[in-house]
């Protein structure tokens, strides 16, 4: 996954400084899209765990976060550019997700949505970190596609933080987890 994400970001590098108005354009492409599918996040969760085939899923609220995990077949690095943009998806034929715009309907209640696959990597969405990065590259933008940027983030690592990422329902016989905070 950690690959997977760092080819992405590499690629999103060199289109972005080859043509600085895409920065603006994914930025209100992401907007219009969580916008379009507003009041649908939980729906739209649903159906993907419907296409990962899974047969358990658990949520679990806090005052701070939802964290919700399943045993479907998980996160597979290939998707990672998937969800990281719009009209993309590797899913088979006949499943409901293959447009690549539902899951950003979470970006309605969270600009922070972070994922962990079975094999315990993951990656987040974040407003912060992807500003910072365009900034280290020398591309200074007023909006931040931070919904096309997507960062690497180990489980252990984060389960540090986030005392219900290490001591609640969502053990590591779950392939997928997915918080939103």
């Excluded at 960062?151 to 540090?160: N, P």
Aim: hydrophobic share 40%.
């Amino acid at each position: 996954m950690k690959e997977a994400i760092y080819t992405l970001l590499r690629k999103r590098e060199k289109v972005y400084r080859e043509d600085p108005d895409r920065l603006l354009q994914d930025a209100r492409g992401a907007q219009r899209a969580a916008r379009d599918y507003r009041g649908r996040w939980l729906w739209e969760l649903w159906q993907n765990w419907e296409d990962a085939n899974a047969r358990l899923v658990r949520l679990f609220a806090t005052d701070g976060a939802i964290y919700l995990a399943d045993t479907g077949d998980g996160f597979r690095p290939t998707a990672v550019a998937n969800i990281s943009g719009l009209d993309l998806s590797d899913k088979a034929e006949g499943t409901i997700g293959r447009k690549g715009v539902g899951f950003k309907a979470v970006f309605e209640i969270t600009s922070n949505p972070q994922i962990f696959s079975g094999n315990q990597e993951g990656f987040e969405f974040n407003p912060h970190k992807a500003q910072r990065w365009l900034s280290q590259k020398g591309l200074e933008v007023d909006e931040v596609p931070y919904q096309w940027l997507p960062f690497f983030l180990d489980r252990e690592k984060a389960a540090g933080l986030d005392p219900y990422l290490k001591n609640c329902f969502l053990s590591l016989l779950l392939n997928y987890t997915f918080i939103l905070k």
